[in-house]
């Protein structure tokens, strides 16, 4: 079954730092999501991305993140100057149709800031 | 805010019984309601789904059920199974005003006894 593969698995940065998270969806699929996870938290919604650019974005996702689809394959989040509160659970998700919201998600990326 | 609301953190059911999941929401804009499992360290697994214009909807062994006047939706499992024992996260989408962004409540655990 196809999937969405996120790397790495674990990335440990310093506060301050910048970091990006990759992801490639699956191959037919055209929208893509970015959300996140704090611990004991609800999965949040960050950003949505579609036809090369942001289609939707939260309040969270302010100008220290940036979204990129490189080519033709991955789907990038840059988080700029990280901090401490930044630490959560990162996952991508991708879906093939506008109605289709039952995207699939990755296995998600976990981000430490120390 | 809390949109979408699980006010049961956790669920214990023995195996062969009915597992019932319930979900509250405040936004009547909501027009797609969804159920996700997941298991630790993995992404959210989409389950099942809902349109605003129907109050039922079933797949198998799962079936989920919408009172659009009490802004409640509600996922039935039966027969439950230890393989079901995960997080379940209760999630609404307000369409394409919003970029298809999931709202998720903070879910609940269940967990299915042999």
């Known amino acids: 079954e196809p999937e969405v593969t996120q790397t790495p698995s674990h990335q440990v940065t310093q506060m301050g730092q910048e970091v990006i998270l990759r992801c490639v969806p699956i191959?037919?699929?055209?929208?893509f999501y970015w959300y996140r996870q704090i611990l004991g938290q609800k999965v949040e919604f960050l950003v949505s991305f579609y036809n090369n650019e942001i289609s939707e974005k939260s309040e969270i996702f302010d100008d220290q993140f940036s979204v990129e689809r490189p080519d033709g394959s991955n789907f990038t989040l840059k988080i700029r100057s990280t901090k401490l509160e930044d630490s959560a659970m990162y996952f991508c998700?991708?879906?093939?149709?506008?109605?289709?919201?039952?995207?699939?998600f990755g296995s998600g990326t976990r981000l430490t800031v120390v | 805010d809390q949109q979408v609301k699980q006010n049961s953190p956790s669920l214990s059911v023995q195996e062969g019984r009915i597992s019932i999941l319930n979900c509250d929401y405040t936004n009547s804009m909501f027009d797609y309601f969804l159920w996700y499992k997941k298991y630790p360290a993995e992404g959210p697994t989409f389950l099942i789904s809902i349109s605003s214009i129907k109050d039922k909807n079933e797949d198998g062994r799962f079936t989920v059920f919408l009172n659009k006047s009490a802004k409640h939706l509600s996922l039935h499992i039966v027969p439950s199974q230890p393989g079901d024992s995960a997080v379940y996260f209760c999630a609404a989408s307000g369409g394409p005003n919003s970029g298809y962004a999931l709202n998720f409540g903070k879910g609940t655990s269940l967990l299915v006894t042999p």
């Open positions: 191959s037919n699929h055209l929208y």
């Open positions: 998700a991708s879906s093939e149709r506008v109605a289709n919201y039952g995207y699939t």
